[in-house]
């Protein structure tokens, strides 16, 4: 399994950007998806997760802001990310749950700042 993110950048608050996972293998439909980050000095966070049957779950941080989201039939998994601030700034990994086993995307970076 292997994990490909896309879409990170620079954006004021307030805005928005969605980043992309792109999943290689035949497995994506029975995998869970996850959204993590990191800021700068500080520890790696879940942002989101989506089970292979849909199920969602968010940080509180991020509640009513993230969404995440995935489409099976280009194995991808999305994160859209509306009214950003600040404290939103890290770098975005995408993971892969299969088989007891997690998989992780090289990372992508997201910087709010105006």
Do not use: H
Request: some cysteine.
């Amino acid at each position: 399994v292997q994990l490909q993110a896309s879409g990170g950048g620079l954006v004021q608050p307030g805005g928005s950007l969605r980043l992309s996972c792109a999943v290689s293998g035949s497995v994506f439909s029975r995998i869970s998806m996850a959204w993590y980050r990191q800021a700068p000095g500080k520890e790696r966070e879940l942002v989101a997760g989506i089970t292979s049957g849909g199920s969602t779950n968010y940080a509180d941080s991020v509640k009513g802001r993230l969404t995440i989201s995935r489409d099976n039939g280009w194995n991808t998994v999305y994160l859209q990310m509306n009214s950003l601030k600040p404290e939103d700034t890290a770098v975005y990994y995408c993971s892969a749950l299969y088989m007891g086993t997690k998989y992780w995307g090289q990372g992508t970076e997201v910087t709010v700042s105006s």
